[in-house]
């Protein structure tokens, strides 16, 4: 393995190779059977120039009308009367809608709860929660509007926090999960040693440039076209159905392209595309929701925040024996995907690590605040941040280098291969590639020049960490594990590709272009990806879980596979040759002796009446899971990674400095190492960036006092690492048959951030020699900094 884990060093920034120079090389030509191509992002000239087509910049339709929400005031409480007269009053409003005027069912709940109505009825549970919609002829006029109604409210207790939740002995949103292997209660007793702690982990917003926005227009015989910025095109198709009380074959969903979505608009879309439809259906006119950014991040939900309670034995040279935790999360006030997303929280609070005897259990909390929802990593980034509170609780309880603790706990071979809920790790290669990563970067000699300096530096202290990913691929919705696609050649040569999946910056579309380019020997002109739509390819799942290329690509190989075998079949008997000498290259395509261009063939074959285009499918093998036992296999493989960083605090303003990160990730044979690149460093800013200063704030009301670029900090250019080494593991392909070998690229990158936060836990512990666990709770903004450096000098040292 240890030749397997090379390096080929990318810088992102710095002076030996800046960002700009290493993506401005130029895209060579993919080769039929030949390795990945940094191929740019099909729209990125789009990008750059403006021309790109989101939601909002597509011509409105003739008699549009515009629909705001009007959103609740309070966090919890009975509805006892609704005056709209001066909402109705204001000049160009058209009309009023509330849950009355609903022509289907008032119910958007994503996984089939019945718990989530699409307008408040009697009944509000949060503060933002939507209870009428203003229908209007200008967006402004419909804004202003929204303000003026006059509604009368029964105030209940209202519980906010976890801890709230708890007190009250709040409903769950979700059935409770337990995985558990060996005898923990016995394994901790019998151990040598023995800590407890706990842990908080803070939320996240999604933060997408592109709001949330929806433009419904009504056709004949009850049709409902809507564009929607959204992930999961075919739910939404299934939402506006449910609520208009139509069959689906009446509704078409349709996306080009998102301005970012991480998860937030996985469900979270529906509802704007669902009010629309709605206001559509109302007026018989084009209705179009684009969401103030304000109304935006108070009425959607967030990344759950995680109150984990951990009790671990071991022993004197590091190694884990037993582990117990519950994890706690704020859910808000409907299930939405807390249930899988906390399930696979379960799934990653071993992270790379092996505990012999453990059990974990799960608490999705009811909460009277924004239901929260997918975000990248669904919950497994959490669950990996309590595994590594765990490691450095031992490595400052033994004085061991926390890295010397993880390597000695990763998952091995035979008798440390079993995960919790049983399923058998084949291919661990996270000690492999935290060995290598510290090889490369010269982890421990810097670490104890770090030291050495924090000896002599009053105010700066400097912290280093290296931490491992491992992370599983799949929805554990087995159901979800399945994608198709739709191929088109023209007679000119030229190729449409479509499929289920949606593009939201991250290079999906690119992708799949690149696949069909390598199969057919084309250049990238020649292949054009087309809008996702419910009417080319039904019941798809959502672009979520890191798993749109392992499954979209799949489905598209299907498809071209398929068409490949008539031309090829169609070639072998017109021009007398075996099928085996017809290969598809760049120049054109060998048929025995003979080079024919595509195009040619292409065309011979239509007047031939060949069949130029094919659906596909693809279902995600090996895969199960028994969520009554906490046992199976939910993913296909996994893919590994490890961060280092060094950061740099103040102790006098709490702030934090990241110095220098090096990665090393588990991208199999990367389809386009460029974008996979681009993929991680942007997974890193954004995971660092939930750490350590992205902090969600409620008021005693329960309103959301970070609802503005104003009140929530997102990382900035000036955040990011002063050095920034960013590589792919080589010569390390998928071993599952993957889409060309390739692993996904999308989640496990963002739990690098991970690295940040346990340096700055680091460079805190200096302040007691490094014998006490800081216990930083995240996120790690300065004024926790600042606290936690105050309570580390008021403990005695150990």
């Not at 061991?400 to 291969?417: M, Q, W």
């Not at 590639?433 to 002599?456: G, S």
């Not at 050095?723 to 692993?743: D, G, H, M, Q």
């Amino acid at each position: 393995m240890a030749e397997a884990v090379k390096m080929q060093v990318k810088l992102a920034s710095g002076e030996q190779d800046s960002l700009e120079s290493r993506r401005a090389t130029p895209n060579p030509v993919i080769v039929t059977g030949g390795a990945s191509t940094s191929l740019k992002h099909e729209s990125a000239r789009m990008h750059v120039s403006g021309e790109a087509t989101y939601l909002d910049d597509i011509p409105e339709p003739r008699g549009l009308v515009h629909v705001v929400p009007g959103l609740s005031t309070k966090a919890h409480a009975r509805i006892l009367s609704l005056d709209l007269d001066a909402v109705r009053a204001v000049p160009g409003v058209i009309c009023v809608l509330t849950h009355k005027d609903i022509p289907g069912h008032n119910q958007v709940s994503p996984v089939g709860k019945n718990d989530e109505p699409l307008l408040a009825d009697d009944m509000v549970f949060y503060y933002g929660q939507p209870i009428f919609i203003v229908v209007a002829e200008d967006r402004h006029q419909a804004r202003k509007a929204a303000r003026l109604a006059k509604i009368t409210y029964e105030e209940l207790p209202a519980a906010l926090t976890i801890a709230e939740a708890r007190e009250a002995g709040s409903a769950l949103v979700w059935r409770p999960l337990e995985m558990k292997r060996g005898d923990v209660d016995t394994g901790l007793i019998n151990a040598p040693r023995r800590l407890s702690g706990r842990i908080t982990i803070g939320g996240q917003e999604h933060f997408y440039l592109e709001g949330q926005a929806a433009l419904a227009q009504p056709g004949e015989e009850g049709e409902m076209r809507v564009w929607s910025s959204t992930q999961h095109p075919t739910e939404t198709q299934h939402m506006v159905a449910h609520v208009l009380d139509r069959p689906s074959n009446l509704v078409t969903v349709e996306i080009r392209r998102m301005g970012g979505g991480f998860g937030g608009k996985e469900t979270q879309a529906n509802i704007p595309a669902c009010l629309a439809a709605v206001a559509a259906s109302a007026t018989g006119r084009a209705a179009k929701m684009r969401l103030d950014r304000d109304d935006d991040m108070i009425m959607t939900g967030k990344r759950h925040d995680f109150v984990v309670e951990y009790d671990v034995g071991f022993d004197d040279t590091g190694h884990i024996l037993a582990v117990d935790m519950v994890l706690a999360a704020r859910c808000g006030w409907s299930a939405d995907l807390s249930g899988p997303v906390i399930d696979r929280a379960l799934f990653h609070a071993d992270n790379a690590y092996f505990y012999p005897d453990v059990r974990f259990r799960s608490e999705p909390l009811k909460t009277n605040t924004q239901s929260n929802t997918a975000y990248r990593g669904f919950g497994g980034p959490q669950g990996i941040v309590a595994a590594e509170r765990v490691i450095e609780e031992i490595a400052f309880a033994t004085g061991l280098d926390p890295l010397d603790v993880r390597l000695r706990n990763t998952y091995g071979t035979g008798t440390r291969d079993l995960t919790p809920y049983h399923m058998t790790v084949e291919d661990s290669i996270a000690s492999e590639i935290m060995t290598q990563l510290a090889e490369n970067c010269d982890y421990r000699t810097r670490r104890e020049a770090l030291r050495e300096a924090n000896r002599h530096s009053p105010y700066i202290r400097r912290g280093i960490a290296l931490t491992p990913v491992k992370f599983g691929i799949s929805f554990t919705a087995t159901h979800y594990n399945q994608a198709g696609a739709l191929v088109h050649i023209y007679t000119d040569g030229s190729v449409q590709v479509n499929h289920g999946g949606t593009e939201m910056g991250q290079g999906l579309h690119t992708k799949m272009v690149q696949i069909a380019m390598r199969e057919f020997g084309l250049t990238e002109d020649r292949v054009r990806i087309t809008a996702t739509t419910t009417g080319k390819v039904p019941n798809t799942s959502a672009t979520a879980a890191s798993s749109g290329a392992d499954l979209n690509g799949m489905a598209v190989l299907d498809a071209i596979s398929k068409i490949k075998h008539r031309l090829i079949s169609f070639a072998a008997d017109h021009w007398q040759v075996s099928e085996q000498d017809i290969q598809f290259q760049p120049e054109g395509v060998q048929i025995g002796e003979t080079l024919v261009s595509f195009p040619a063939l292409v065309k011979a074959a239509y007047f031939a009446r060949v069949s130029l285009s094919s659906n596909g499918f693809y279902k995600t093998p090996k895969i199960s899971w028994n969520a009554e036992t906490g046992r199976g296999r939910p993913f296909y493989y996994f893919a590994y990674g490890a961060a280092c960083a060094e950061v740099a605090i103040d102790l006098l303003t709490g702030e934090t400095r990241i110095e220098r990160v090096d990665i090393l990730h588990d991208a199999g044979q990367s389809l386009n190492p460029a974008i996979d690149i681009g993929q991680i460093e942007g997974g890193f800013i954004q995971g660092a960036g939930w750490l350590t200063m992205e902090e969600l704030v409620w008021d005693k009301a329960g309103k959301l006092s970070t609802h503005a670029p104003s009140t929530y900090k997102i990382p900035a250019c000036s955040d990011r690492p002063r050095i920034f080494n960013v590589s792919l593991l080589e010569a390390a392909p998928n071993r599952e048959a993957t889409i060309f070998r390739s692993k996904a690229v999308g989640e496990p990158p963002f739990v690098h951030g991970v690295a940040v936060l346990q340096a700055i836990s680091d460079a805190l512990a200096s302040l007691k020699n490094y014998k006490i666990c800081p216990q930083l709770d995240t996120p790690a903004t300065p004024e926790c900094i600042l606290r936690t450096a105050e309570r580390l000098r008021a403990l005695s040292e150990v």
